[in-house]
């Protein structure tokens, strides 16, 4: 084989490697070498029909990948003309072999995933799947658009693997299948956990969390999900008690799950903030919706007029968890170590405040 040949082999089998295990480099992605981008108009709208876009995503990749064998056998024989690829006719057996096999890979599937496609996708695997929920498919389809827009889905990325929770189903979108339980159907277990280095300017680890998704219900299969420890918070907030952890799994907390825990504990020791009586009833928390305010935002740390923070005036309108990770969010990961004196603004009015001016919200009976 000639030096050309091997050239062309060798960058043919990186790009399809990158290609099929997702791992694009950043300089092709952003010169839109990546299917996402050659098929956005086809795939349609993520947000507007989340399951119509990964049926028709899944099926391009299936076609797309069954190609790439046809694709090498094309132009290994144009560089090598004396192999026949070409040229079947005349070709030895080994070279049918490859040239059979090249196209008939694509055609099984393209003919498969036309199959899918008919009937408005109807027969994809992933309608298949919803019909088993003894509901038309389009109408279960439409409560998992309905809950995949809405503000507080889990969304956790790694790679092209994709796993998101909604209020009601557990979906695992991968390059070429997607799996979807509801959570009634489930039970978390965290298996294992891995650490890997992380090529940043400080070099750190990340850990990885395996976790399986073990279906109580035999018409729907189990499956595995990885992600990053320090989403794990989130997902155990969206879960509530359907996650288990193995006693040999140890899970690293997130710098912010580390402070948000030390700054409730110095919220209970700061003080109480009377609210007066009379004062209009308190709305949900404008950060999580979820749990009433818990603190006010009082100067305390000094006179009003004395130090770098200001008095705010704003009603009670957060929660301590939803405020301390607002306080989270304006410091630099850098300095981690001095947070706690360190300064913050408010969310609403930008008036400065420290630590020692967060009280906890005291509400007359």
């Known amino acids: 084989m ?17 290609e099929v295990m997702g791992m694009m480099p950043q300089e092709i992605q952003s010169a839109g070498g990546t299917l996402s981008y050659m098929f956005a108009s086809f ?3 993520q947000e507007l029909n989340f399951v119509k876009y990964h049926m028709k995503r899944t ?3 299936w076609v797309v990948h069954s190609l790439l064998p046809l694709c090498y056998s094309v132009g290994l024989g144009l560089l090598e003309p004396e192999l026949h690829l070409l040229d079947p006719w ?7 072999i490859v040239l059979v096999v090249s196209l008939a890979l694509p055609a099984c599937v393209a003919t498969v995933c036309f199959y899918w496609s008919t009937d408005n996708w109807s027969r994809h695997p992933l309608a298949v799947l919803l019909t088993q929920f003894n509901r038309p498919w389009i ?3 439409a409560s998992v658009n309905s809950e995949f827009r809405n503000v507080d889905t889990f969304v956790s990325t790694l790679g092209t693997t994709m796993v998101l929770v909604t209020d009601s189903w557990i979906v695992r979108c991968s390059q070429h299948f997607i799996n979807l339980i509801h959570k009634r159907d489930a039970v978390l277990n965290v298996t294992s956990a891995d650490e890997q280095r992380v090529a940043n300017e400080e070099l750190t680890s990340a850990q990885y969390l395996w976790i399986e998704v073990i279906s109580i219900n035999s018409k729907f299969k189990s499956f595995a999900i990885r992600m990053n420890s320090q989403l794990y918070a989130q997902l155990r907030e969206k879960l509530s008690d359907q996650i288990r952890v193995a006693r040999s799994v140890v899970i690293h907390q997130s710098l912010t799950d580390r402070f948000s825990a030390a700054f409730t504990e110095q919220v209970e020791k700061n003080g109480l903030y009377h609210l007066p009586e009379g004062s209009p009833p308190l709305e949900p928390c404008i950060g999580c919706l979820q749990k009433l305010p818990e603190v006010k935002l009082q100067k305390m740390c000094a006179d009003l007029e004395e130090g770098s923070c200001r008095q705010c005036y704003c009603r009670p309108m957060w929660c301590t968890g939803c405020m301390g990770k607002w306080f989270a969010s304006r410091q630099s990961e850098r300095s981690s170590s001095v947070w706690m004196e360190s300064t913050a603004p408010c969310p609403m009015c930008r008036a400065t405040f420290c630590m020692a001016d967060v009280l906890k919200l005291q509400v007359p009976t």
């Open 59 to 61: 099926t391009v990749m």
């Open 43 to 45: 795939y349609g709208d």
């Open 139 to 141: 109408e279960v389809a």
């Open 90 to 96: 005349n070709a030895d057996q080994p070279a049918l």
């Open 2 to 18: 000639e030096s050309s040949s091997l050239l062309f082999t060798a960058v043919f089998l990186f790009y399809a490697a990158m």
